[in-house]
Each structure stands twice: as structure tokens, then as C-alpha cells.
């Protein structure tokens, strides 16, 4: 809110601090002021009152108050409830006007007063001024009048003109359905039963603490007035603002509940100041509903338990000074202090409230910092961060970069990807339709990263760890897209399960189960089961090539999909030293032609199963396929390599089991070992 | 047959004049060789009286020593002598850009949470995690904000379509009760994650990004220890004294509650276009753990108390690396990723 300093000024006989000063003074002990600025002989302050001081300080007096604490400047808070000018004079104000709530826990207080003989024109210039550097637009003499009012005590006012206002009778009640208001500004308004109102017999006058309306409007011809002065229940207001999208200085105001003892000091105030402007007659007395009064509170306040929250000892004489400046009433006990707290601090209810207050106005620059004595508690070891940190490493050093997407996908790249949306979380308030959903896997993002970074880059390899969900829960996953070859991938992720000291790792045909068989992500040839003994873990492969038509993806996309969890539970620290031969290796390498369909890992098994531990690796170093060859044959090649660990092994007994090796091979008259 | 000085001097001489290692080796041959001069000559030698073989054998024994020395100082000197022609001819240019050597990047997120994990691990801090998906009850009513209350409004909420009325955490503090409800005090943690806010994105606001929520619960942690933490925490993430200020500040779940201005990074508190000429910089909001969410988490706030804060992680690494844009962290673009 905007404050005048000059306004602000006014309150106080002695000289405030100047406004750059001021200003830091508020920031450091109640609210950030977020803006200075000069506006002719006057400075506009921007404070930022905090929410829940919205009830008190959203008014120069609340400010002067606080300034008051901060500084010790004596301010004196104008007492206009018992204020002698607004006796009034006959008739009384029930005369003209009876006031009707039909809900007193939506309205715990309405009051009203009645002025007779205003003549509407311009406000004093004063009065514009202070309005204009508040930042509000001079209206009339009695729209100002309330509005100025507002901004000094807090107080949220309405004046109606009273000649059209039907059978003399406010009533405050729920909307009906159906039911329409034109706004003083023109706007009309569908009103329902969630939103209250200010009627007269027949019509909505206003959306209650938001609006006036057009109807019992003050004009230039309007000649008496009912003043308003109400307390309405927040969370009501709150809600109708929120549904007609309409925010005003009131309704800002009675979101934050201001006290209902205001009405009566502000309606007085408000009266007072339009009969010294306008020259009309106050009618005698206020119509008041206000069944059930707000009283004050009063809390304990434990003097060591300050020194223990804040860990600073600050004296009983500098606490009780300090209370006593904000307001409060304070009675002295021994060890405990006992605080009465007026209505108009409704946020303060409990000690650590109260200890809040000290500390603030004290000053927490004040407090030096002591680090805290505890017991030596080591911490304790998140595995899954220890993993994933593992993880993310070991895809860097193999080339990867990590990115970070949203956790959020559209409804079009469900369906690119044949993903039923049903299955898929879908936000109730999205903020466009790119990001209706929750993501149910990692690669959607990924796939798209991989092709806008197409545009500067060649090679692109990236991954990322994040969770995904689906209906009812949510998991993490790490994925990785790579403009590589299918054979490139899968040495990744035999290395990133190698670093996570996982070596029984095997890859299985996919085979989709009968659920996501409609999911046709992967190419069907090209992509593999990632198992782990015989835990599936996750996928390996090439994305389905009408999916990447339709994504405008240009390369060779491969993609990797694991369950992160699932991982972390075979991963393993351990890891035992394998002895080192001291014997010399000896390596004979192998071809073979073999038909195209024979899997390389057929022919491993058999190599590894005869040759017996004297075989200690096989490598396959050569694939090859091509016209010089048999139709439906491939060539493949192995270096094998022979090593015991107990001698130096004799040529004579590599051969002899070299040659047992492709007998075995040869067992099948379709597999032929090249000479 | 030469005499033996007549040997020496010719051989030395040749020795002298060899151009290489090849000639050397000539030389070598000649003299010394199993059919070499010195050679020839110990093997006349039986034709002489013992005597004159006694001296003439020593003599050329001598001799033989010598060449060998000469040999072989020739030999190093030759040898110096290539070496140096072929350094002479492996020349090349330093200013041809070395060979790129394909590496991955982590994300700023990652290394920046690592940073800040490692600092809080050696204080003594757990790293927990929680769900993304919450509860009302979590993210709202059990860190006192109720239904209907204008704080709510503080915190623009993603809410999922459902029966059950479930919404993407706008913090990471649910954290806090979840850990409170299985834990016994003493405890200190820190809680990084993802969350969530319904917002119009720009350069300074993203619908998701990453918080680091705190929290320290013992018979008496105060004020004054927070600042100690947080001390030490910030001149360890920036690597220099910073200096920080608390400003009263509201946050349902702490009483009291202080917003964390640090001198800015950029002008040390000058003012900038950075700090928008207040020489500081807003990096967290903190406070003591109010009663009534000790309470939601099952402790006694008259048996316990402590602090708890959250930071915006996004927002210190862009503090810290100068990134005017926090969209750049999630468009992932490599050209931004790989200056990581």
C-alpha cells in the first residue's frame, strides 16, 4: 500500500525520521518498504504490509503505531469513538433507516449513520492530494471523505444515498440466484448465493465490502446519506472476489478481518469530516448490529522462554517497553508476564507471537549468532542420492549430458505416444494446454530436447533422472536419448550397471504384456528388455520410426528407460578383487559363418561351455554381412583368450582345445568355422 | 703391420671424422672387429719372443682401451647429435585447437544442490526426500494454513483431477511433518525437490523449480543458532563472508518468522541493477517452527523446539552464476548445459 509521509507526519508532534531513513526503519522492524518516492512537498512510501497484518496496517494509523515502537516517538492514536462533534441532532438515525442482517456470522457488526442536507461537489484540495499520492482517483466529497477515511484508520466505508434506497430498510443477505448488480463503474455482475449483499427492499445496493452499486449511487442531486461502517466475515469476501474477479481497496481490506471495533470510530470519523466539508446535518446516534462483541486476549508470556526462541537475554524492563509501545497492556509477575492484547491486534495469540514482537522491534540485528550446542548425531546416508549421484557421474564420463524438463506433458504428446490419457494424471487448473498432464515417462521431454538441440549439435547424448507419475503414484526413473546406434547404447548401460556394481545383466526379447501391448513406443525389432537376474529394469532401443516421423525427428534416435528404483536395489558397494594370472595370456581368433537369425550370444554360450575355464574372455570383434557371402549367412568373429591361473599354458593344449572349441561350433551343419 | 701408435692414430682419427652411427660402426669394424686391426695384430703376436709379446700386448691392449673410449664418447655424441634432428624436425603448432574430447555436463541444478547438500552434511544435517504429489493435509493444513485462509493464496496451487484431492507440493516443506511423524527429535535435516506454483512463467518465475527446506528440532535451538547456520552455510556455498540481515517477514508455519537478505553478489551491496539498487538480495525465508506444526507432526512444543527455512535453489544459482533467465534451466538447451 501507498503511504503519504506527510500524512503520516501529522500524527506525531516531534519529527520523524526522514523518509529514506523511515523507510529502513520499517523494513528492518515491521515492513518492507519497497519503494520512495517524491510527489510534489510530500513522499510516497510503498510499504509491504504483511498478510497478516493486513487487519491493522493497511492504514496510516497502523504505520504510526509501528513507527512509534521503532522509534520511541510519542504518537497519540485520535480517539474519534467517543468524539464530541458527531452528537448529532434529531431525528435519530432509526428514524430514517433500520438495519436488517440476516446472517450474523457472515456480518458481526453493521453500523450506520444518517446525514442530512450534504451538498455533493469537490473535495477540499487536502484531501484530493492525499488521495492522489495514495494512489486514489478524487471522486466527490463524500466518496472521498470515506475513502480518506479508509486509508487512515483502516476501515473499509460506504455511503448510499438515502432517497433511493426502497422502504428504508438496509438488509444484508445472501444473493439469490439469479439475481444482478450494475457496479458504480457500470460493470454488471451474475450474483449467486455464495456472494453477500447490501439490499433495500426490492434490490442488490452492493456486493457487500467489495462494490457499490449503481442504484442508491451519490450524486450531485443526492441530499441525505447512510453511511456504512460493517464488518463482514473474510473468508466470504475472500471467495465472492475470487469468483467475480474483483479486487478493490475494501475487499482487500475485509479479506484480512479487520477489527469490528472500528466500525464505530470510523463511522464517527467519516461523519465528522463530510458535515466539516459538506455543512450537513448529523443525525443522532448509530444504528449498531453488533451481537456479540470482540474482546480482548490475554496471553502468558514466559520471560526465559524469550531468551530461550530468540537466544538472547533482553531485559524485563526493555520487554515490557516494548509491549507497552505496540499497545499492549502488560501486568507484571515473577517469571511470567501477563498480556492483555487489543482487539485491533488480531493476529497476536499465542506467546510465540508476543516473542515475535520483542524480538522484532529489539531488533534482530541484535542477536549475535551462537552456533548450536547438540548431540553428535552423524547424519544419515541417503542411498538413493548416493546412487543417483553415482549414476549422473558415470553418464558424464560416458558422454551424457543431464537435463532437467517439467514434470508436465500435453494431452498431444499422450497421444503421439499412445499413451490412453486415462492412465495419465491430468491437472485440474493447468496453465495451458502443453502442460495438461502429469508425465508418465521421462522420454516424451527427452525426444524433444533431442530435437530442438538438433538445430546446433550433431551428436547429442542426454539424460535425466526425475520422477514421473501415473494414477495413484509417482516413481523415478532415469532415461537417456542418444543419437547413437542401438550396440553404442547398450555399452552404456552395460557401463553405467558395471559402475553400479551390477554384472549379471542380461537382455531378453521384448515382450509386451497384455496392458501395454496397445503401447507401441519402441521399434519392434530394434529395442530389448534391460534384466537384471531375472528382474526386468527397464528398456533399451529405438523409438518406434512413425513416432519419430511424426515428432519431425530427423536422425537415429536411441533411447534408454530404467526403473531407478528397482535399480537401486541391485546396486551394490561391494565389489571383490579378481587375482591377477601370473600367467601369460595366449589369443586365437575365430570366424565363423553362421545364418543370419543365430544370436551372438548362442554362439558364446557354446564357446564358453567348451572351452571351460581356460577360456577366460571372448571377444567379438567383427560382424559382418555381405554379397561375397553365402546367402542368409553373416560372418561373424571372436578374439578368445586362453589363460589358467595355474601355469603357463603349452601351445600343444590351446590348440587341442581350440580345436575341441570348433568341433562344438561345427556340430551344427549350418555353422561353418573359416580356415 | 702397423705398429701399434701407427693403429692408434689412424683409428682415433677415423673415429674422429665418422659423420654417424653408421660410419662409427665401420670404424668400429675395422679396428676392433674379429677381423680388425687390433685383432690382427694379437694374433701375430706368437711369432715374437715372449718378451717382445709381453710388451707388445700390453701396448696393444692399451690401445685397444683407448679406441673403445673414443668409440664409444663418439658414439653419445652421434647419438645427441640425431636425437636432436629428429626434436629439430617434430615441430608443431600450439595455437592448433587441442582435440575435442567428447565429455558430458551435469545440470547447474544438480552440481549446485550437491554443493549445498555437502555443506549441510558436514554440519550434521540428513538429506530426505518426499513425494511431489500431496495432500492437502501436508502441504496446507498441517503447516497451519487452513482452508479458506488468504495465506492459501500466497501459494498458487496445480490441484489434479481426481476423487481424492491431491495437488503438486508448492514446497518442500510437507517434508518437515512427514519426517516429524517417524522421527524422535533430536533430528536436523535438509529437504531438496522439486515444487510447484501455478504461475505465468518468466525470467524470474518457472511453474516448477527447486526448494531446500531445513529443519533443526532440539530442546533449544533459538534464533541466534540459525544465524549461525546460515552463517556458515553462505560463506561456505559462496566462498567468501557475505553479509546477511533478518527482516520480520510472515510465514503461517514459523512464529517468528524473517525473510534472508544477503549484500548483493554482484555490486557487494553497492546497488545494481541485480539488487535493484538495494544492495541486497531476498535468498530465503525462515523461522522458528510454530507449535501448532510441531503439534501436526505428533512432538510437544513444550518438550521441543527449532528453525526451519526454505530457499529457492534456482535462485542462488542464478545469484551465483549471474543467469538473468530461469527458464533457461528446464528449455535444456546444450549450448546453456554444457557450460556446466
Redesign the interface.
Known sequence: MKFSYNWLQSFFKKKLPKPGELAELLTMHSFEVEGIEKKGKDWVLDIDVLSNRGHDCLSHIGICREISAITGLKFTRPNFAESKNCGGQEPQTKDFIKIEVKDKNLCSRYTARVIADVKVGVSPKWIQERLIVCGLRPINNIVDAANYVMLEIGQPLHAFDFDKVLGKKIIVRRAKKGEKIVSLDDEKYDLDESILIIADNKDPLAIAGIKGGKKAEITQSTKTIVLESANFESKTIRLARQKLGLQTDASLRFEHQPDPNLTLSAINRVAELIQEITGGKIAKEVADFYPKKNIPKRIKLELDYVERLLGIKISKKDIISILKSLGLNVKEKKQVLEIEVPTFRQDISIQEDLIEEIGRIYGYEKISAILPLSSLIPPKRNLQLFWEDICKNILKELGFSEVYNYSFVSGKQLSTFHFPPSNSVKIENPVSVKQEYLRPSLIFNLLKNAKENSKNFKEIRIFELGKIFKKGKEKKMLAGAATNEFYELKGVIDSLLNGLGISNIWYDEYKPTPEDSKIAIWHPNKCAEIKIDNSEIGFLGEIHPKIVESLGIKNRVVVFDIDFEKLTRFSSEEHEYQPISFHPAAVRDLAILVPLDVKVVEILNKINIAGGKLVRDVDLFDIYEGEELPDGKKNLAFHIIYQSEEKTLPTKEIDKLHQEIINVLEQDPEWEVRK | MSSCSEIKKQALKKVKGAKNLKELDRVYKRYLGGKGEVFLVLKNLKDFSENKRKEIGKEINLVKKDIEEAIKEKQEALKEIAINEIIEKDKLDITIPGKKI??????P??LTL?KI?EIF?NM??????G???ETEWYNFDALNIPK?H??R??WDT?????NEKLL?RTHTSPVQIRYMEKNQP???IIVPG?V?R????DASHE??FYHLEGL?I?K??????F???M??FLKSFFGKKIKM??????FPFT?????IDISCVACGGKGCSVCKKTGWLETMGAG?V??NVLKAGGLNPKDW?GFAFGMGVDRLIMMKHKINDIRL??N????F??QF
Not at chain 2, 550434521?124 to 526426500?129: A, Q, V
Open positions: 567428447k565429455k558430458g555436463h551435469l545440470h541444478i544438480t550437491r547438500q552434511q550434521g544435517f540428513s538429506i530426505i526426500e513425494p511431489e504429489v479458506d488468504p495465506a493464496d500466497a496445480f490441484w489434479l483431477q481426481g503438486l533430536p533430528f536436523r522439486r510447484f501455478h504461475e505465468a512463467t511453474i516448477n533443526m532440539d533449544q535451538i533459538s534464533m541466534a543458532n544465524k549461525a547456520v552463517e556458515h540481515r533478518l527482516r520480520p517477514s510472515f512464529e517468528p518468522s524473517f525473510e522458528m510454530h507449535p523446539q534451466f528446464y535444456n538447451d546444450l549450448r548445459l554444457k
